[in-house]
């Protein structure tokens, strides 16, 4: 017997009928003799209708009050699926975030989880009910609901499995679990059978969108075991786990990630004097501007060109920062570009190979790509190269490091 957490997101419980489906899943998994904590989002588009009719009464909704109306979309299927499976004979219960008692600081709307009483829980499992738990919520300690945020759900999964010790989160979407590089573009990428949390961290914060960051980070914190898995598709999913054991023996590269959102930011002829990095992203970051890459070069005249990334959404906002700061320190320009992208490839085996980076660009090169932007950590290699040539780079690098399905089935 385990103790299994599954969380179902949005589209998985979208319908009726959907949730029915959901109810006969879990169903299987008790009858094996498995105790259950069932984590579930609100109704796929709940949440935004929700948000909606907020802002039909404010443009800015007061968060306390935004966190009190969009946490009843989880509300709604805790209840519905709760009654799903006592229909089908499997004592359920529901509970909402403060009934779990999910503490969780006064941000809201991107609350954090400060603990978790399992006490309930526990009991309720000891007399062989499953638990149905609203996920994205929790309440602070004057008793006010909060939200978690994006990803809340999720993050609800792996902390409620962390605090109840369980043997596996699973993690229930649209896809049948992660794979090498997005299937939409690589039609040859295949799914990974297991990654370590490093690797996926790397790739959530890189681009890839089958879980989010927040709940990978914490699920790495607690050594809680993920598994992503379809929702409707029978299968193995893929395993996120710390082992690294079989790194060795599998491909140097785990995964390529891209991500188009994002917008190259340059400043030049800046005067090269202690302290101008800060004051040229001090101002961005006052702004609550998020910088990801960054690469200053030094002329011979002591200037210096400084270049940073953004989201593509904060681009405008950082652009015009950007030309303050140029005039109030005298540098030259201030110019920008939203038409990149970065591309990304990922692995621990990098740390027991070299010329990884070599090869990256090797095959770049061959494709005539050039790369305007180079940033490195111990599992990965980002660069930034022309939007219109994301495609291309990305099946490149998926041939050049092996990871396509034909080349993988022969070895």
Same mark, same amino acid.
């Given at each position: 017997?385990?103790?299994?957490?599954?969380?179902?997101?949005?589209?998985?419980?979208?319908?009726?009928?959907?949730?029915?489906?959901?109810?006969?899943?879990?169903?299987?998994?008790?009858?094996?003799?498995?105790?259950?904590?069932?984590? *579930?989002?609100?109704?796929?588009?709940?949440?935004?209708?929700?948000?909606?009719?907020?802002?039909?009464?404010?443009?800015?909704?007061?968060?306390?009050?935004?966190?009190?109306?969009?946490?009843?979309?989880?509300?709604?299927?805790?209840?519905?699926?709760?009654?799903?499976?006592?229909?089908?004979?499997?004592?359920?219960?529901?509970?909402?975030?403060?009934?779990?008692?999910?503490?969780?600081?006064?941000?809201?709307?991107?609350?954090?989880?400060?603990?978790?009483?399992?006490?309930?829980?526990?009991?309720?499992?000891?007399?062989?009910?499953?638990?149905?738990?609203?996920?994205?919520?929790?309440?602070?300690?004057?008793?006010?609901?909060?939200?978690?945020?994006?990803?809340?759900?999720?993050?609800?999964?792996?902390?409620?499995?962390?605090?109840?010790?369980?043997?596996?989160?699973?993690?229930?979407?649209?896809?049948?679990?992660?794979?090498?590089?997005?299937?939409?573009?690589?039609?040859?990428?295949?799914?990974?059978?297991?990654?370590?949390?490093?690797?996926?961290?790397?790739?959530?914060?890189?681009?890839?969108?089958?879980?989010?960051?927040?709940?990978?980070?914490?699920?790495?914190?607690?050594?809680?075991?993920?598994?992503?898995?379809?929702?409707?598709?029978?299968?193995?999913?893929?395993?996120?786990?710390?082992?690294?054991?079989?790194?060795?023996?599998?491909?140097?590269?785990?995964?390529?990630?891209?991500?188009?959102?994002?917008?190259?930011?340059?400043?030049?002829? *800046?005067?090269?004097?202690?302290?101008?990095?800060?004051?040229?992203?001090?101002?961005?970051?006052?702004?609550?501007?998020? *910088?990801?890459?960054? *690469?200053?070069?030094?002329?011979?005249?002591?200037?210096?060109?400084?270049?940073?990334?953004?989201?593509?959404?904060?681009? #405008?906002?950082?652009?015009?920062?950007?030309?303050?700061?140029?005039?109030?320190?005298?540098?030259?320009?201030?110019?920008?570009?939203?038409?990149?992208?970065?591309?990304?490839?990922?692995?621990?085996?990098?740390?027991?190979?070299?010329?990884?980076?070599?090869?990256?660009?090797?095959?770049?090169?061959?494709?005539?790509?050039?790369?305007?932007?180079?940033?490195?950590?111990?599992?990965?290699?980002?660069?930034?190269?022309?939007?219109?040539?994301?495609?291309?780079?990305?099946?490149?690098?998926?041939?050049?490091?092996?990871?396509?399905?034909?080349?993988? #089935?022969?070895?």
């Amino acid at each position: 017997m385990a103790l299994i957490v599954q969380k179902f997101g949005g589209t998985s419980v979208g319908t009726v009928e959907r949730i029915e489906q959901v109810a006969e899943k879990v169903k299987k998994f008790r009858e094996a003799g498995d105790d259950i904590v069932v984590v *579930v989002s609100a109704m796929s588009g709940e949440t935004n209708r929700l948000i909606g009719l907020a802002k039909q009464i404010m443009d800015q909704p007061i968060p306390r009050e935004l966190d009190v109306m969009v946490s009843t979309g989880e509300q709604v299927t805790i209840a519905l699926l709760s009654m799903a499976l006592i229909k089908r004979g499997v004592p359920a219960v529901s509970y909402t975030g403060n009934q779990v008692r999910i503490l969780t600081d006064s941000s809201h709307t991107k609350a954090r989880i400060l603990s978790i009483d399992d006490a309930n829980i526990r009991a309720d499992l000891k007399a062989g009910r499953v638990v149905v738990v609203a996920g994205f919520q929790g309440v602070d300690e004057h008793g006010n609901i909060t939200t978690l945020g994006r990803g809340g759900s999720d993050t609800t999964g792996v902390a409620l499995a962390a605090a109840l010790k369980a043997d596996e989160c699973q993690i229930y979407t649209d896809v049948d679990g992660v794979y090498t590089t997005d299937p939409r573009v690589v039609p040859q990428a295949q799914r990974l059978d297991k990654i370590t949390f490093e690797e996926m961290l790397e790739m959530a914060s890189l681009g890839s969108k089958v879980l989010q960051i927040r709940s990978v980070e914490f699920a790495g914190k607690y050594n809680v075991p993920l598994r992503v898995l379809h929702s409707f598709q029978e299968g193995p999913g893929t395993l996120i786990t710390l082992d690294e054991e079989e790194s060795m023996e599998q491909p140097i590269i785990s995964g390529i990630a891209f991500n188009r959102d994002e917008a190259k930011l340059t400043i030049r002829g *800046v005067p090269d004097t202690p302290g101008v990095a800060f004051k040229i992203l001090g101002p961005i970051s006052a702004a609550n501007i998020e *910088v990801d890459m960054i *690469v200053q070069n030094v002329s011979h005249d002591n200037t210096t060109d400084f270049t940073f990334t953004v989201h593509r959404n904060d681009y #405008q906002a950082a652009l015009e920062i950007l030309k303050q700061t140029a005039a109030s320190i005298g540098a030259r320009e201030a110019t920008g570009d939203t038409n990149i992208a970065k591309v990304s490839i990922v692995g621990v085996g990098m740390r027991s190979h070299a010329g990884v980076a070599s090869r990256m660009f090797e095959a770049l090169a061959k494709e005539s790509i050039n790369i305007q932007m180079i940033s490195t950590s111990e599992i990965k290699v980002s660069v930034v190269i022309e939007e219109k040539y994301l495609e291309l780079a990305v099946r490149a690098l998926h041939t050049a490091f092996e990871l396509d399905a034909p080349a993988r #089935q022969g070895e």
